[in-house]
């Protein structure tokens, strides 16, 4: 049931929307297409998917950011390296270090780096 869909989110992706979106198409759904919308109030057609926006069907849950609600939800909480890469990108998207891997500031930098050399979601 999560595949073939329309994945939607808000414009002006950072670190969770980028994660969640490459999370999605490399590991949930490869035939993902994705939309970006203004985000509060939006009711999604047949066929979508919200994730990291208001009422979303994926999204922060608990402490959670989106990354790890769908490593969780998925069942891809088995792969130890998609668990590293949440715990990378919680600290990340919520700014609580409560993983402090030291991997993450050198993400930061790519994620920083990447947001800066375009304006296109």
Do not use: Q
């Amino acid at each position: 049931e999560l595949k073939n869909r329309t994945w939607v989110t808000r414009r002006h992706v950072h670190v969770d929307r980028i994660a969640s979106a490459w999370l999605i198409r490399r590991f949930i759904d490869p035939s993902a297409s994705f939309k970006f919308v203004d985000g509060k109030g939006y009711e999604p057609a047949s066929g979508e998917l919200r994730f990291d926006m208001s009422d979303a069907e994926f999204t922060h849950e608990g402490d959670r950011c989106t990354f790890e609600t769908l490593v969780y939800r998925t069942g891809l909480d088995g792969d130890r390296a998609l668990v590293a890469l949440a715990e990378i990108i919680h600290d990340l998207d919520i700014a609580d270090d409560k993983f402090g891997r030291p991997e993450t500031a050198g993400v930061a930098a790519l994620i920083t780096g990447v947001c800066a050399g375009t304006s296109d979601d």
